[in-house]
């Protein structure tokens, strides 16, 4: 049962142009979501994130976007650059609870900027 | 530079075999999470330890144990090693507070080959 789903494996644009990575989620108890950037071989790093409360956050090229009614969340990356090449997760996180923080993700989408 | 370290980086061993994993979490982060990537798969979620206790598991097989040490450093025991246990086991760490929005950062992962 996944809970959390990126139902594209994978997405290429072109340089200078908008990527929209996409993700669904189905447990209403997930309260923060966020976004998280992997290149082969290395761990995943922290990209930007946004509370449920809100319905979007940005921070430089990168701007996340939630529609909770809908249980859905994108990735815009404006413009996207040949360095943004990688697997992007989506992970989301419950609320107040007993379990600490703990991150449930997506399968992942393969961006290929091409230059 | 996420602040979480793992050791080792890169481990072959053989089947039957028994391991250890060893993680040191950002500083004053309290909350140890263990993931496992195996080839072509998403994160998936084995345990979280909470300033010396167990709080959560996920997909962990017997076979496999962890704890978390007075001094926040956390072991991860892989033992009786099978081939399908190859794969990136990452460490990361939060706060640990049990309100969601702690962003947790990974390692950059131990690279497990078993043959």
Redo the contacts between chains.
Sequence with gaps: DQQVKQNSPSLSVQEGRISILNCDYTNSMF??F?W?KKYP??????LI?I?SIKDKNEDGRFTVFLNKSAKHLSLHIVPSQPGDSAVY?CAA????????????????TRLMVKP | DSGVTQTPKHLITATGQRVTLRCSPRSGDLSVYWYQQSLDQGLQFLIHYYNGEERAKGNILERFSAQQFPDLHSELNLSSLELGDSALYFCASSPGSNRAGNTIYFGEGSWLTVV
Excluded at chain 1, 41 to 46: K, L, Q, R, Y
Excluded at chain 1, 95 to 107: E, I, K, P, Q, V
């Design positions: 309260d923060y966020l998280y071989a290395e761990g995943p790093t922290f994130s509370s997760f996180q419950p609320g107040l609870n007993n379990a600490g923080n703990m991150l449930t993700f997506g399968g992942g």
